[in-house]
């Protein structure tokens, strides 16, 4: 999974508790296809790893994501000066109608990974993030992206929230804060096609992920990740509770998700598709 909007997380956390996302994109990137002549959006970029990849790959890429940390780091490590064909700024990408150079219908493709279940949580947003970018493509330009399908880390949002139920906190309260969107591929096609695309493809896979953590301490490892990933979760209770909350997480996470020789596993189901702007 890419990065929550409005966390306390620096660019080193991110790179060592999601230092996969990027990694594993063999699949998106190749329904991507960027071609030299192509203008590309990417929504929710993070730190411009990947992004600065398809750079070289299409005439110009804009990458646009909510956390200042990871852009800025970004444009650091990928400065415009050896990047010429990539530029990059923070934008909520739950608002893109107000980027007026985006919703121009002139761009090839919009291309996203591991972010959408982030930025299309919240349900009054949902339909316009999607109406923008589809107003952002040409017609016949394409849609490509890879997010957190049903059942994405079940047993991680499980462990979460009996964590915190077992504190008092009421499981209404639990589900009002649940910080992802996790669609099946039949809600995302009507989604898509009430948008105005036409579905290419779509599919849903089961990849089971081992957690990055560092220094090769396993178990403080998977509660920082607990703690960065489900900081909303973690919100519901006072800052003092947190860590034992995400302690308790990752002890109730363990009896389903640590194998035999400690590595920690969980399962990711990730959704993707190629959708296409209808020609006028």
Known sequence: MSAPKNTSYTHQTYSTHASFVPLLTTKITTLLSPLQTDAIIDIGAGDLILTSK?????QTV???????????????????SEYPNLSSRVVDCRYLENEADVTTGTWD???SNAALHWILRDPSTRKNTLSSIHAALKPSGKFVAEMGGFGNIAEVHVAITSALHNRGVPLAKIQEVNPWFFP??????????????EIEMIESEYRPTELSVEDGDMEGGVKAWIQMFGQRFLDLVPEDQRGDVAAEA??????????????WVV??????????????
């Open 109 to 111: 493709k919009v291309f």
């Open 267 to 280: 399962g990711y189901v990730r959704l993707r598709w190629v959708a296409v702007k209808k020609s006028a």
């Open 184 to 197: 099946s591929v039949g809600h995302m096609s009507e989604l898509l096609q009430e948008a105005g695309f």
């Open 62 to 80: 804009l990458a646009l994501d909510a956390s200042t940390d990871l852009i800025t780091s970004g444009q650091t490590l990928f400065p415009q």
């Open 54 to 58: 398809l750079s070289k790959h299409c």
């Open 250 to 263: 990752r002890d109730l996470l363990e009896g389903v998700a640590r194998r035999e020789d400690g590595r």
